[in-house]
């Protein structure tokens, strides 16, 4: 993170830092830099160090050095998708005859990733409960390259200590990999709490707005950063201009939308906690969730996603998901519009038959920033 936004608050950071103004106009925004090539003062003379788009673009590298910035990292690197910066990592920092720890519960595409791409040149993979300590600690073997986490978890709404995960990491001289999608780095800054890498999908909380797909990874080190920026230009996965512009311009916005995204999810889990129709919900924010003491130590709030169970089982649950209007039936999260799936049949149908599975009987909601009275008028319809 640059010197010159580390005083600075979150909310400043988020709009300034990789924003500087064009030097030639002194346009307030970053422009968007089409282009794949540069011209050359003399063979080897690059201007600013840009040759080619796919090792570096203006744009681009305004995200990265926001990213960075955001996340109290030295070095962020945007990627085509968040499964793009997932491999570029594995591909970085593992080789066959690795271990790698992950969650029981975990995004379909990262356990997919694991177990059907990178499992097949040699790279195994054991599955702990990584809210068990204890169960992290015990799954690591002489092996174990990394430990990966994801708090919350997708789509059961774990918590994860990451203080505590990343002490086992040093005791086991591992790297410890925590995706921080769901909270975003304006609830949660796990570098500060001794995480390595963090790893984001930019499609949803840093976007905002589902119009974009990108992916990121931020790094405490900068040897390591730098391993991974040459990994990233040998791959080749990057964000393209427009793409990292989108994001940039998503992120000014990012404290005010996470502030109403918790809000609205506070009241909906509210009323999900005493309509009869539902079972169980997942939140963190619930004083009995189990994960509540360490997501509320971790955690500036609670979040905007919420996961509930249903009297009915599987089919009930589809009908909720097939009645909401408002709530938008989709795979996604993060964005400013509502959301509403099946992870049994959708997100997370790739970890069917895994120690991975989900629940047959849950419904997911991404919660938006509309008016949270018609978010609980359309959940009560939908939940008849």
């Not at 050359?40 to 990265?64: C, F, H, I, M």
Request: hydrophobic letters at 40%.
């Amino acid at each position: 993170m640059s010197d010159q936004h580390s005083h600075q608050n979150f909310e400043t950071r988020a709009i300034h830092a990789g924003n500087t103004a064009d030097p030639l106009t002194g346009a307030v925004v970053p422009p968007i830099y089409q282009v794949s090539t540069y011209k050359q003062d003399g063979v080897g003379g690059l201007r600013g160090g840009y040759e080619y788009s796919r090792s570096a673009n203006p744009t681009r590298t305004a995200l990265e050095e926001n990213l960075a910035a955001l996340e109290g990292g030295r070095r962020g690197l945007a990627f085509a998708s968040g499964l793009a910066a997932e491999d570029c990592l594995l591909r970085t920092l593992l080789a066959p005859g690795d271990h790698v720890v992950i969650p029981n519960d975990a995004y379909g595409g990262t356990f997919r990733l694991f177990a059907k791409v990178v499992e097949r040149w040699g790279v195994d993979f054991s599955v702990a409960n990584t809210s068990d300590i204890d169960s992290v600690r015990d799954a690591v073997n002489d092996r174990t390259k990394l430990i990966w986490v994801e708090t919350p978890s997708n789509p059961l709404l774990g918590i994860t200590d990451i203080e505590a995960v990343a002490g086992v990491a040093r005791q086991a001289g591992v790297k410890l990999v925590v995706d921080n999608t769901f909270a975003s780095p304006y609830l949660q800054q796990p570098l500060a709490l001794g995480a390595d890498v963090v790893v984001h999908s930019l499609t949803k909380y840093m976007g905002g707005h589902s119009d974009v797909v990108g992916g990121a990874l931020v790094t405490a080190d900068e040897a390591l950063g730098e391993e991974l920026a040459y990994h990233q230009n040998a791959m080749g996965a990057v964000a393209g201009p427009f793409d990292s512009w989108i994001v940039l311009r998503g992120i000014k916005t990012l404290a005010v939308r996470m502030d109403r995204h918790s809000e609205n999810a506070t009241k909906i889990v509210e009323m999900l906690t005493q309509h009869p129709k539902v079972t169980q919900v997942l939140y963190p924010g619930l004083p009995e969730h189990p994960g509540h003491e360490v997501a509320a130590k971790q955690m500036r709030s609670f979040g905007g996603m919420i996961s509930f169970r249903v009297e009915g089982g599987e089919d009930a649950a589809v009908e909720v998901c097939n009645r909401a209007q408002l709530f938008t039936l989709g795979e996604s999260l993060g964005g400013v519009e509502s959301l509403i799936e099946h992870p049994g049949r959708m997100t997370h149908a790739s970890v069917a038959g895994s120690a991975l599975e989900v629940p047959a009987d849950l419904v997911r909601l991404s919660v938006g920033i509309e008016n949270v009275e018609d978010l609980l008028a359309d959940l009560r319809q939908a939940l008849g």
